[in-house]
């Protein structure tokens, strides 16, 4: 039996720590089938990451073997007037797409080696990111061919609730919209 990972939770210090791991991680995670990828994909997604590590809501776990990070898992807190709810190809309820300082915790990115797949640490990896927010829900997006990672987070608890797109300059143009309920809402907590 392998040993378990050793899971960390911080935020850019940590994320900083090992960046270009991250990176490399991501790379061969979502370079591969079922995900669509263009070559600039790397590049856009450091400068990405970069640009998260800035935001003081940004949130960061990883997992690491010996010494060497297998998965990680990021996002940041949705700012009220994010563009996140526009583009559906369906119409969603307005109580759906209310934003308000506080509400939403967006999940950026999860990856985790393939070897590492189906041990529970891509869970882990989500629920010990989830644990250290304070937003009452968390969003994320999912590439429609990813099945089996829809079907994870299905497992997980979270719920479709649309899909967005055609997206202009984005790969792929259309993304499934997962939303999981965190805490309660303000009105409904004891």
């Not at 791991?21 to 856009?44: G, K, L, N, R």
């Not at 010990?128 to 990813?146: C, D, F, K, Y």
């Not at 497992?155 to 919209?177: A, F, N, Q, S, T």
Request: net charge negative; proline share 9%; glycine share 8%.
């Amino acid at each position: 039996m392998v040993a378990d990972p050793t899971v960390r939770t911080g935020a850019r210090a940590l994320a900083e720590q090992c960046f270009t791991a991250v990176c490399d991680v991501h790379d061969a995670v979502f370079a591969q089938p079922p995900f669509a990828w263009a070559p600039q994909m790397a590049t856009e997604n450091s400068e990405y990451l970069r640009r998260l590590m800035d935001d003081p809501t940004f949130g960061f776990v990883l997992a690491e073997h010996r010494g060497h990070l297998i998965g990680y898992a990021f996002g940041h807190r949705l700012p009220a007037d994010h563009g996140w709810w526009n583009d559906f190809t369906e119409p969603l309820p307005d109580d759906l797409t209310a934003e308000w300082d506080g509400r939403t915790f967006a999940l950026i990115s999860l990856a985790l080696l393939p070897p590492w797949r189906g041990l529970g640490i891509g869970g882990r990896l989500v629920r010990e990111l989830l644990a250290a927010r304070n937003e009452e829900r968390a969003i994320l997006s999912v590439q429609p061919t990813a099945v089996a990672t829809q079907a994870f987070y299905r497992h997980l608890g979270w719920h479709k609730v649309g899909r967005k797109g055609p997206l202009e300059g984005v790969v792929p143009p259309y993304w499934d919209i997962f939303i999981f309920t965190v805490a309660p809402p303000p009105s409904h907590r004891q």
